[in-house]
C-alpha cells in the first residue's frame, strides 16, 4: 500500500498529518501498538519540516509484509542532524525519538530539497505470535522485541 500527499505547512498541518497518517495504518492492518509508534514518528517528520524547513511539504508512506516507511519532503536540501537538546528544551528531540524508535531512517537529496525517512521492521507472524503469547494473561509493558530492532 502506498500513500502520498501535500501537507499544510503550519500547525495545523501537523494534526492533519497524524490523522491522515493513522487512518492509512488502520486500513493496512497494522496493530494499535505499531500504529502508534508510527503516528507519533510521523508527527516528529512533519513538525520538523514545517518549523525547520521550507514549502511544499509531502508526506508519502508505503507499507508492505516485511516494513513501513514514512518519507517526509521539503524544499530546504540540508541534512538535520540528531542533536542531543538541553533537559529543559521545549524541543530538540524529533530525530532522537526517530532514531531510537525507527529500524533505520536517512536522508536522501535531490534537486528540489530533501526528504527525511525512516522505516519500521514489521513483525513477522512468528514473532508476532510469540508476541502475543508472552502478553497473554499481563499488560504490555513495551515494544515487541521485533518493533525493538533497530
Avoid at 40 to 56: F, Y
Avoid at 108 to 133: C, I, M, N, Y
Amino acid at each position: 500500500m502506498h500513500r502520498d500527499w501535500s501537507v499544510q505547512a503550519d500547525v495545523d498541518g501537523v494534526a492533519t498529518a497524524r490523522g491522515y497518517a493513522k487512518s492509512v495504518f488502520a486500513e493496512a492492518g497494522l496493530d494499535a501498538r505499531e500504529s502508534e509508534i508510527l503516528v507519533l514518528l510521523v508527527s516528529e517528520l512533519v513538525t520538523n519540516a514545517i518549523v525547520h524547513a521550507e514549502p511544499p511539504v509531502r508526506l508519502a508512506i508505503d507499507i508492505t509484509a516485511k516494513r513501513t516507511r514514512v518519507e517526509g519532503s521539503d524544499a530546504v536540501a540540508l541534512v538535520p542532524h540528531v542533536r542531543e537538546a538541553d533537559r529543559h528544551a521545549g524541543g530538540g528531540r524529533g530525530l532522537a525519538l526517530v532514531e531510537h524508535l525507527a529500524t533505520q531512517w536517512g536522508t536522501t537529496l535531490d534537486d528540489e530539497g530533501k526528504a527525511v525517512w525512516f522505516e519500521l521492521r514489521r513483525p513477522s507472524a512468528h514473532e508476532h505470535r510469540a508476541h502475543q503469547r508472552g502478553q497473554r494473561g499481563r499488560g504490555s509493558t513495551g515494544r515487541s522485541a521485533a518493533l525493538n530492532a533497530s
